[in-house]
């Protein structure tokens, strides 16, 4: 598995960001124009982050 810095996210990618003062992967379940939802995967309510609000995150492609 690679990363990828600042790819376009679209839904269905599983993604790593600074969320709450930690970091974590999430699943993202649908890619807006304007945000995106996502579910960490670990029981919680899954949450929604405004695009522009995402300017560092990482995008991981297990084909690569």
């Known amino acids: 598995m690679t990363t990828l810095l600042n790819e376009r996210i679209e839904t269905g990618d599983v993604i790593e960001i600074a969320y709450g003062g ?12 304007q945000a995106v939802i996502l579910d960490a995967c670990d029981g919680s309510t899954p949450f929604v982050v405004k ?4 300017v560092e995150y990482r995008k991981f492609n297990p084909a690569a």
């Not at 699943?27 to 124009?33: M, P, Q, S």
């Not at 695009?51 to 995402?54: F, N």
């Open 22 to 33: 930690d970091v974590i992967s999430a699943l993202v379940l649908l890619a807006a124009d």
């Open 51 to 54: 695009r522009d609000e995402l």
